[in-house]
Protein backbone atom coordinates (compact mmCIF):
# COMPACT_ATOMS: atom_id res chain seq x y z
CA UNK A 1 0.00 0.00 0.00
CA UNK A 2 1.24 3.64 -0.91
CA UNK A 3 2.11 5.79 2.48
CA UNK A 4 2.37 9.00 1.26
CA UNK A 5 -0.41 11.44 0.17
CA UNK A 6 -2.31 11.14 -3.19
CA UNK A 7 -1.71 14.40 -4.57
CA UNK A 8 -3.55 16.26 -7.74
CA UNK A 9 -2.56 19.07 -9.89
CA UNK A 10 -5.27 21.22 -11.45
CA UNK A 11 -3.31 24.04 -13.16
CA UNK A 12 -6.76 25.41 -15.40
CA UNK A 13 -9.70 25.00 -12.68
CA UNK A 14 -13.62 25.96 -13.53
CA UNK A 15 -15.92 27.44 -11.41
CA UNK A 16 -18.92 24.92 -12.95
CA UNK A 17 -22.01 26.58 -13.49
CA UNK A 18 -25.25 24.12 -14.15
CA UNK A 19 -29.05 24.61 -14.83
CA UNK A 20 -32.00 23.69 -16.68
CA UNK A 21 -34.25 24.58 -19.35
CA UNK A 22 -37.47 23.21 -21.05
CA UNK A 23 -36.15 24.23 -24.58
CA UNK A 24 -32.98 25.60 -26.39
CA UNK A 25 -34.54 27.56 -28.84
CA UNK A 26 -32.92 30.85 -30.63
CA UNK A 27 -33.02 34.50 -29.76
CA UNK A 28 -35.57 33.40 -27.47
CA UNK A 29 -35.33 35.01 -23.72
CA UNK A 30 -34.74 31.27 -21.78
CA UNK A 31 -35.79 30.48 -18.57
CA UNK A 32 -33.40 28.63 -16.63
CA UNK A 33 -33.46 26.75 -13.06
CA UNK A 34 -31.99 28.14 -10.35
CA UNK A 35 -28.26 26.94 -10.88
CA UNK A 36 -26.14 24.91 -9.18
CA UNK A 37 -22.64 25.88 -8.39
CA UNK A 38 -19.65 23.08 -8.52
CA UNK A 39 -15.75 23.24 -8.39
CA UNK A 40 -15.08 21.82 -11.88
CA UNK A 41 -11.07 20.97 -13.03
CA UNK A 42 -9.71 17.47 -13.64
CA UNK A 43 -7.30 17.60 -10.45
CA UNK A 44 -10.28 18.75 -8.45
CA UNK A 45 -12.72 16.29 -9.94
CA UNK A 46 -10.09 13.40 -9.04
CA UNK A 47 -9.48 14.58 -5.81
CA UNK A 48 -13.03 14.71 -4.83
CA UNK A 49 -13.84 11.25 -6.08
CA UNK A 50 -10.90 9.99 -4.29
CA UNK A 51 -12.43 11.56 -1.41
CA UNK A 52 -15.87 10.07 -1.83
CA UNK A 53 -14.04 6.66 -1.86
CA UNK A 54 -12.22 7.08 1.61
CA UNK A 55 -8.57 8.60 0.68
CA UNK A 56 -7.31 12.02 1.97
CA UNK A 57 -5.80 14.09 -1.33
CA UNK A 58 -4.61 16.97 -1.34
CA UNK A 59 -6.07 19.31 -4.33
CA UNK A 60 -3.51 21.90 -5.33
CA UNK A 61 -5.05 24.39 -7.75
CA UNK A 62 -4.78 27.65 -9.01
CA UNK A 63 -7.38 30.40 -7.22
CA UNK A 64 -8.42 33.93 -8.93
CA UNK A 65 -10.69 36.65 -7.80
CA UNK A 66 -14.15 35.96 -6.74
CA UNK A 67 -14.96 33.17 -8.76
CA UNK A 68 -11.57 31.42 -7.46
CA UNK A 69 -12.56 31.84 -4.29
CA UNK A 70 -15.67 30.40 -4.54
CA UNK A 71 -14.27 27.23 -6.27
CA UNK A 72 -11.76 27.01 -3.14
CA UNK A 73 -14.77 27.06 -0.48
CA UNK A 74 -16.27 24.67 -2.59
CA UNK A 75 -14.13 22.13 -2.54
CA UNK A 76 -13.02 22.47 0.99
CA UNK A 77 -16.89 22.18 2.28
CA UNK A 78 -16.29 18.57 0.66
CA UNK A 79 -13.80 17.44 3.42
CA UNK A 80 -11.06 17.52 0.54
CA UNK A 81 -7.19 19.19 1.92
CA UNK A 82 -6.20 21.86 -0.50
CA UNK A 83 -2.83 23.52 -1.53
CA UNK A 84 -4.15 26.75 -3.52
CA UNK A 85 -1.70 29.11 -5.92
CA UNK A 86 -3.23 32.67 -5.77
CA UNK A 87 -3.27 34.26 -9.46
CA UNK A 88 -3.85 37.50 -10.91
CA UNK A 89 -6.16 36.82 -13.03
CA UNK A 90 -9.65 35.37 -12.10
CA UNK A 91 -10.46 31.75 -12.07
CA UNK A 92 -13.00 30.78 -15.14
CA UNK A 93 -16.51 29.94 -15.49
CA UNK A 94 -17.89 27.13 -17.34
CA UNK A 95 -21.49 26.92 -18.20
CA UNK A 96 -24.03 23.69 -18.45
CA UNK A 97 -27.44 23.48 -19.89
CA UNK A 98 -29.66 20.38 -20.03
CA UNK A 99 -32.66 20.99 -22.12
CA UNK A 100 -34.91 18.91 -20.01
CA UNK A 101 -37.38 18.54 -23.36
CA UNK A 102 -34.75 16.43 -25.22
CA UNK A 103 -32.24 15.38 -22.08
CA UNK A 104 -29.63 17.09 -24.61
CA UNK A 105 -26.78 18.49 -22.87
CA UNK A 106 -24.93 21.23 -23.90
CA UNK A 107 -21.49 22.34 -22.37
CA UNK A 108 -20.01 26.11 -22.89
CA UNK A 109 -15.91 25.41 -21.79
CA UNK A 110 -14.80 29.02 -21.15
CA UNK A 111 -11.16 29.46 -22.35
CA UNK A 112 -8.53 29.75 -19.43
CA UNK A 113 -7.27 33.17 -18.16
CA UNK A 114 -3.33 34.00 -18.88
CA UNK A 115 -1.08 32.77 -15.81
CA UNK A 116 2.26 35.19 -14.68
CA UNK A 117 5.57 33.39 -15.50
CA UNK A 118 5.96 33.94 -11.43
CA UNK A 119 3.10 32.09 -11.20
CA UNK A 120 4.22 29.03 -13.10
CA UNK A 121 7.33 28.84 -10.81
CA UNK A 122 5.53 29.50 -7.65
CA UNK A 123 3.65 25.63 -8.81
CA UNK A 124 6.86 24.17 -9.87
CA UNK A 125 8.54 25.34 -6.44
CA UNK A 126 5.73 23.72 -4.55
CA UNK A 127 5.51 20.75 -5.68
CA UNK A 128 9.03 20.62 -5.76
CA UNK A 129 9.31 20.92 -1.92
CA UNK A 130 5.79 19.49 -1.25
CA UNK A 131 6.69 17.53 2.09
CA UNK A 132 5.47 14.62 3.08
CA UNK A 133 6.66 13.16 -0.04
CA UNK A 134 3.74 12.25 -2.33
CA UNK A 135 2.92 8.52 -3.60
CA UNK A 136 0.86 9.45 -6.89
CA UNK A 137 1.10 12.93 -8.42
CA UNK A 138 -1.94 13.37 -10.75
CA UNK A 139 -2.02 16.30 -12.98
CA UNK A 140 -4.89 16.36 -14.78
CA UNK A 141 -6.69 18.91 -17.14
CA UNK A 142 -5.81 21.29 -19.94
CA UNK A 143 -2.82 23.85 -19.18
CA UNK A 144 -4.01 27.64 -18.80
CA UNK A 145 -2.48 30.20 -21.74
CA UNK A 146 0.81 31.40 -20.22
CA UNK A 147 2.25 28.09 -19.43
CA UNK A 148 4.50 26.52 -21.06
CA UNK A 149 3.65 23.28 -23.57
CA UNK A 150 6.20 21.12 -21.59
CA UNK A 151 4.75 22.07 -17.67
CA UNK A 152 3.50 18.38 -16.91
CA UNK A 153 6.89 17.38 -18.44
CA UNK A 154 8.62 19.32 -15.41
CA UNK A 155 6.20 18.13 -13.44
CA UNK A 156 7.18 14.33 -14.43
CA UNK A 157 10.87 15.05 -13.45
CA UNK A 158 9.81 16.70 -10.30
CA UNK A 159 7.78 13.46 -9.29
CA UNK A 160 10.38 11.19 -10.38
CA UNK A 161 13.07 12.73 -7.53
CA UNK A 162 10.54 12.32 -5.34
CA UNK A 163 10.41 9.05 -5.60
CA UNK A 164 6.13 9.84 -6.92
CA UNK A 165 4.27 7.92 -9.59
CA UNK A 166 3.32 10.23 -11.89
CA UNK A 167 -0.35 10.21 -13.63
CA UNK A 168 -1.07 12.71 -16.61
CA UNK A 169 -4.78 13.27 -17.80
CA UNK A 170 -4.81 15.86 -20.70
CA UNK A 171 -4.03 16.02 -24.31
CA UNK A 172 -2.48 17.59 -27.07
CA UNK A 173 1.14 19.51 -27.29
CA UNK A 174 0.83 18.57 -22.71
CA UNK A 175 0.24 14.73 -23.02
CA UNK A 176 3.42 14.63 -25.57
CA UNK A 177 5.24 16.38 -22.86
CA UNK A 178 4.46 14.35 -20.26
CA UNK A 179 4.87 10.91 -21.96
CA UNK A 180 8.42 12.03 -23.53
CA UNK A 181 9.40 12.45 -20.19
CA UNK A 182 7.69 9.28 -18.64
CA UNK A 183 4.63 8.66 -16.50
CA UNK A 184 3.69 5.61 -14.48
CA UNK A 185 0.00 5.19 -16.26
CA UNK A 186 -1.75 6.93 -19.09
CA UNK A 187 -5.65 7.25 -19.45
CA UNK A 188 -6.03 8.25 -22.84
CA UNK A 189 -8.80 7.47 -25.63
CA UNK A 190 -8.60 6.19 -28.48
CA UNK A 191 -8.04 9.61 -30.53
CA UNK A 192 -5.17 10.29 -28.07
CA UNK A 193 -3.79 7.04 -28.07
CA UNK A 194 -3.65 7.28 -31.98
CA UNK A 195 -1.99 10.80 -31.32
CA UNK A 196 0.71 9.09 -29.51
CA UNK A 197 1.48 6.62 -31.48
CA UNK A 198 1.81 9.07 -34.72
CA UNK A 199 -0.96 7.35 -36.58
CA UNK A 200 -4.13 8.75 -38.17
CA UNK A 201 -6.53 6.57 -37.17
CA UNK A 202 -6.47 3.30 -34.63
CA UNK A 203 -9.01 0.24 -35.94
CA UNK A 204 -9.99 -1.71 -32.75
CA UNK A 205 -7.74 -4.49 -32.74
CA UNK A 206 -5.24 -2.32 -33.02
CA UNK A 207 -5.44 -0.41 -29.78
CA UNK A 208 -3.65 -3.27 -27.84
CA UNK A 209 -0.01 -2.79 -29.85
CA UNK A 210 -0.15 0.81 -29.99
CA UNK A 211 -0.70 1.19 -26.22
CA UNK A 212 2.07 -1.53 -25.56
CA UNK A 213 4.44 0.24 -27.85
CA UNK A 214 4.20 3.63 -25.61
CA UNK A 215 5.30 1.02 -22.94
CA UNK A 216 8.27 -0.44 -24.80
CA UNK A 217 9.10 3.09 -25.60
CA UNK A 218 9.79 3.72 -21.36
CA UNK A 219 7.11 6.42 -22.20
CA UNK A 220 4.75 4.86 -19.29
CA UNK A 221 3.96 1.26 -17.43
CA UNK A 222 0.95 1.13 -17.37
CA UNK A 223 -2.11 2.29 -20.05
CA UNK A 224 -6.02 2.39 -19.52
CA UNK A 225 -7.33 3.14 -22.62
CA UNK A 226 -10.88 5.19 -22.15
CA UNK A 227 -13.95 3.95 -24.26
CA UNK A 228 -16.72 5.21 -23.36
CA UNK A 229 -19.75 3.16 -23.01
CA UNK A 230 -17.74 0.14 -24.24
CA UNK A 231 -15.63 0.52 -21.24
CA UNK A 232 -11.93 0.77 -21.41
CA UNK A 233 -8.55 -1.90 -22.24
CA UNK A 234 -5.96 -2.58 -19.63
CA UNK A 235 -2.57 -2.85 -20.98
CA UNK A 236 0.63 -3.85 -19.75
CA UNK A 237 4.16 -5.19 -20.85
CA UNK A 238 2.30 -8.67 -20.03
CA UNK A 239 -1.34 -8.30 -20.08
CA UNK A 240 -4.27 -6.80 -21.87
CA UNK A 241 -7.76 -7.27 -20.52
CA UNK A 242 -11.08 -5.58 -21.94
CA UNK A 243 -13.35 -4.08 -18.90
CA UNK A 244 -17.01 -3.72 -20.03
CA UNK A 245 -19.07 -0.68 -18.95
CA UNK A 246 -22.19 -1.98 -17.12
CA UNK A 247 -25.36 -1.09 -18.78
CA UNK A 248 -26.97 2.36 -17.60
CA UNK A 249 -28.97 5.16 -18.56
CA UNK A 250 -26.88 8.16 -19.21
CA UNK A 251 -27.87 11.31 -17.98
CA UNK A 252 -24.09 13.37 -18.42
CA UNK A 253 -20.74 12.20 -18.89
CA UNK A 254 -18.72 15.97 -16.71
CA UNK A 255 -16.57 14.40 -14.87
CA UNK A 256 -16.93 10.51 -15.52
CA UNK A 257 -13.51 10.66 -16.74
CA UNK A 258 -12.22 11.91 -13.70
CA UNK A 259 -14.15 9.48 -11.83
CA UNK A 260 -12.87 6.59 -13.73
CA UNK A 261 -8.95 7.93 -12.66
CA UNK A 262 -9.57 8.69 -9.20
CA UNK A 263 -11.18 4.75 -8.95
CA UNK A 264 -8.08 3.36 -10.82
CA UNK A 265 -5.50 5.62 -8.37
CA UNK A 266 -7.32 5.03 -5.51
CA UNK A 267 -7.72 1.16 -5.52
CA UNK A 268 -3.67 0.81 -6.72
CA UNK A 269 -2.71 2.47 -3.89
CA UNK A 270 -4.63 0.35 -1.75
CA UNK A 271 -2.17 -2.31 -2.97
CA UNK A 272 -4.59 -4.04 -5.65
CA UNK A 273 -4.00 -5.49 -8.80
CA UNK A 274 -4.24 -3.90 -11.76
CA UNK A 275 -7.31 -5.51 -12.91
CA UNK A 276 -9.21 -4.58 -9.70
CA UNK A 277 -8.16 -0.66 -10.14
CA UNK A 278 -9.53 -0.86 -13.58
CA UNK A 279 -12.94 -2.42 -12.53
CA UNK A 280 -13.25 0.29 -10.34
CA UNK A 281 -12.63 3.05 -12.33
CA UNK A 282 -15.05 1.85 -14.69
CA UNK A 283 -17.56 0.96 -12.19
CA UNK A 284 -17.09 4.58 -10.69
CA UNK A 285 -17.05 6.06 -13.83
CA UNK A 286 -20.01 4.48 -15.14
CA UNK A 287 -21.61 5.62 -11.89
CA UNK A 288 -20.80 9.44 -12.56
CA UNK A 289 -22.90 9.32 -16.12
CA UNK A 290 -25.82 8.32 -14.08
CA UNK A 291 -26.06 11.70 -12.18
CA UNK A 292 -27.12 14.94 -14.34
CA UNK A 293 -24.93 17.94 -14.61
CA UNK A 294 -20.97 17.90 -12.79
CA UNK A 295 -22.15 15.86 -10.24
CA UNK A 296 -19.96 12.74 -9.22
CA UNK A 297 -20.83 9.22 -8.41
CA UNK A 298 -22.71 7.89 -5.94
CA UNK A 299 -20.78 5.34 -3.35
CA UNK A 300 -24.40 3.06 -3.67
CA UNK A 301 -24.18 2.78 -7.16
CA UNK A 302 -20.32 2.16 -7.67
CA UNK A 303 -20.88 -0.90 -5.22
CA UNK A 304 -23.88 -1.67 -7.31
CA UNK A 305 -21.77 -1.72 -10.79
CA UNK A 306 -19.23 -3.65 -8.79
CA UNK A 307 -21.47 -6.05 -8.35
CA UNK A 308 -22.63 -6.24 -11.71
CA UNK A 309 -18.85 -6.41 -13.14
CA UNK A 310 -17.80 -9.29 -10.36
CA UNK A 311 -20.41 -11.36 -11.72
CA UNK A 312 -21.10 -10.50 -15.71
CA UNK A 313 -18.08 -9.13 -17.02
CA UNK A 314 -16.12 -11.02 -19.43
CA UNK A 315 -12.45 -11.65 -19.43
CA UNK A 316 -9.82 -11.72 -22.19
CA UNK A 317 -6.51 -11.93 -22.06
CA UNK A 318 -3.37 -11.68 -24.43
CA UNK A 319 0.34 -11.35 -24.47
Known sequence: MATGPIVTLTI??????SSNVSRI???????????NFEAGGGGINVAKAIHRLGGNPVAIFTVGGP?????????????????????????RENFHVLETSTGFQY?????????????????LELMEEFDPKPSYIIASGSLSPGVPADFYGQIAQIADKQGAKFIADTSGDALRYATEAGVYLLKPNINELS??????????????????????RGQCEIVVVSMGAMGAMLVTEDQVEH???????P????????????????TLSQGKSYREAVRMGVACGTAATMNAGS???KMQDVNRLMDWLNRYGKRYSAS
Open 25 to 35: VPDNKLRCEPP
Open 67 to 91: TGQRLHKLVKSEGVETMVIETKQWT
Open 12 to 17: NPALDK
Open 295 to 297: ELF
Open 243 to 249: IPAPPVQ
Open 107 to 123: RFGMPGTEMMPTEVRSI
Open 195 to 216: ELVGVDKLEMDEVDDAARALII
Open 251 to 266: KSTVGAGDSMLAGIVW
